[in-house]
């Protein structure tokens, strides 16, 4: 059971490494970086001691998402020291290490050194490291999955992806790596009116659980496409910190990933 796996050593021996939460997708811009932000936020809130480790070395978008747009990431003991932010979320980005716009031209191991990084940090006090992976199935990813095991992977799609054979590219890399799949998530499933409230379904409604049984995994739960959370996500104040209905769909979330 992945859900106890990643809860397991709470209560165990002092101060185990952090249980990692991978969350990956298959493309680019289904709101993988803004699900990860969310994700964190939410666990956060329902106690659970949460670090915040931004993968998309190429892309990173954490130091935005998270309102620590910046602020530089000082370091310990040769070891990076995360940054704290104003939602009890510590966050590693590269948009801590980097002056934003700098270009990122970087080789495969270089990425791999960057990511090796942010990963042994000062973590000591977290007990999950939310890892947002970049999309795809790169170097990135795959040294997280040789030295850094996640506990589990959560994989992020949208309604138009799912059908498409990059998000079951995704779980097979968690699979054949031995990383178990926690569930799929299905973003921006649903329309929310910005005048009325009202949601719609544009692509439909069900898709995201009928490929999770299709795909023999758990089905998650939808996030709906909401121009608050990404007005929200904009300004570097995470939805589900808030509270409105956004916040209540993360914090299902976030009870079905923790459970
Ligand atoms: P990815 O990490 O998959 O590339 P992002 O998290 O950067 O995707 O999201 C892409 C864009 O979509 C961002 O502008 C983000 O604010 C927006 N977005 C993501 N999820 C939602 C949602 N549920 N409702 C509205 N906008 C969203």
Redesign the pocket.
């Given at each position: 059971e992945v859900r106890v796996a990643l809860m397991a050593e709470r209560d165990g021996p002092a101060k185990p490494a952090p249980r990692i939460l991978a969350v990956g997708?298959g493309k680019?811009?289904?709101?993988?970086?803004?699900?990860s932000t969310n994700l964190a936020v939410a666990l956060a809130r329902r106690g659970i001691k949460v670090g915040l480790v931004d993968a998309d070395i190429y892309g990173p978008?954490q130091a935005r998402l998270l309102g620590t747009e910046g602020t530089k990431a000082l370091a310990h003991d040769k070891k990076l020291v995360p940054v704290a932010t104003r939602w009890g979320v510590p966050v590693l980005s590269m948009g801590h290490l980097i002056e934003p716009g700098q270009a990122m031209a970087w080789r495969g191991p270089m990425a791999a050194g960057a990511l090796t990084q942010l990963l042994e940090a000062h973590w000591e006090e977290a007990e999950v490291l939310v890892v947002d992976l970049p999309?795809g199935t790169g170097d990135v990813q795959l040294t997280m999955l040789q030295k850094f095991k996640p506990a589990g992977a959560v994989i992020?799609t949208t309604p138009q992806d799912l059908a498409l054979i990059d998000a079951t590219r995704a779980i097979e890399l968690f699979t054949k790596g031995g990383v178990p799949i926690v569930g799929l998530v299905e973003?921006?499933a649903g329309y929310v009116c910005p005048h009325c409230g009202e949601e719609s379904d544009p692509f439909g409604h069900g898709g995201g659980e009928t490929s999770a049984r299709g795909l023999g995994i758990d089905f998650l739960g939808r996030?709906?496409?909401?121009?608050a959370?990404?007005r929200q996500?904009?300004a570097g104040e995470p939805p589900a910190a808030g509270d409105g209905p956004q916040a209540e769909a993360f914090a299902a979330l976030a009870a079905r990933v923790a459970d």
């Open positions: 997708s680019g811009g289904v709101g993988k970086s803004t699900l978008s999309p992020v973003n921006m996030i709906p496409l909401d121009i959370i990404r996500s904009d």
